[in-house]
T-cell receptor
Framework: QQKVQQSPESLIVPEGGMASLNCTSS?????YFWWYRQHSGKSPKMLM?????GEKEEGRFTVHLNKASLHTSLHIRDSQPSDSALYLC????????????FGIGTRVLVRP | EAGVTQSPRYAVLQEGQAVSFWCDPI?????LYWYQQPRDQGPQLLVY????????NSQLPSDRFSAVRPKGTNSTLKIQSAKQGDTATYLC???????????FGAGTRLSVL
């Protein structure tokens, strides 16, 4: 079964600093990645998605994808205490349509 | 527009009891998912439907879990004879078409004592 590996498991970032999160799939058929954010006690909400090689930026969030290595990364610049949350990476394959497989997540704590 | 609605929000059971969870997806969304999220872990897909058809239930423990979506709208997930290992949050999500964003409900937090 497809596995999605995330690192690190947890991360402490000073307010205003940069957070960098990693995600890799072990399934060569994966062609689409999502990043979801889940605040404590809340449901996951989609942050960004990417399926093309390269980089995509939305505000303080940047996502990179290397399709050859099936590796994606999420970078949060100027981190704010409200960014403290569990960040979930998810992947899907073309054959599985919209079936998302999630990693265990990276817990980010932004310290004021 | 209303989001994904789930009920109940919480459930506490003794081992061996049964429980049902209910989900009302976003209007017009044809695909509905049930995920199980143990504490401090990522969501794990149990089953998903497109309209009323089950597309994938390979991760659903079929001896005790069942899920239906009879009219392609609301869905019910049922656990017969709950075990302590079923303790988790059960998330329902919906989307429209292929490769669309999943929208999650608030979840049902289940504790099995």
């Amino acid at each position: 079964q497809q596995k999605v590996q995330q690192s690190p498991e947890s991360l402490i970032v000073p307010e205003g600093g940069m957070a960098s999160l990693n995600c890799t799939s072990s399934d060569r058929n994966v062609d689409y990645f999502w990043w979801y954010r889940q605040h404590s006690g809340k449901s996951p909400k989609m942050l960004m998605s990417i399926f093309s090689n390269g980089e995509k930026e939305e505000g303080r969030f940047t996502v990179h994808l290397n399709k050859a290595s099936l590796h994606t990364s999420l970078h949060i610049r100027d981190s704010q205490p409200s960014d403290s949350a569990l960040y979930l990476c998810a992947a899907s394959t073309n054959s599985a349509g919209n079936k998302l497989t999630f990693g265990i997540g990276t817990r980010v704590l932004v310290r004021p | 527009e209303a989001g994904v609605t789930q009920s109940p929000r919480y459930a506490v059971l003794q081992e061996g009891q049964a429980v049902s969870f209910w989900c009302d997806p976003i209007s017009g969304h044809d695909t509905l998912y049930w995920y199980q999220q143990p504490r401090d872990q990522g969501p794990q897909l149990l089953v998903y439907f497109r309209d009323e058809a089950v597309i994938d239930n390979s991760q659903l423990p079929s001896d005790r879990f069942s899920a239906v979506r009879p009219k392609g709208t609301n869905s019910t997930l049922k656990i017969q004879s709950a075990k302590q290992g079923d303790t988790a949050t059960y998330l329902c999500a919906s989307s429209f078409g292929g490769r669309d964003t999943l929208y999650f409900g608030a979840g049902t937090r289940l504790s099995v004592l």
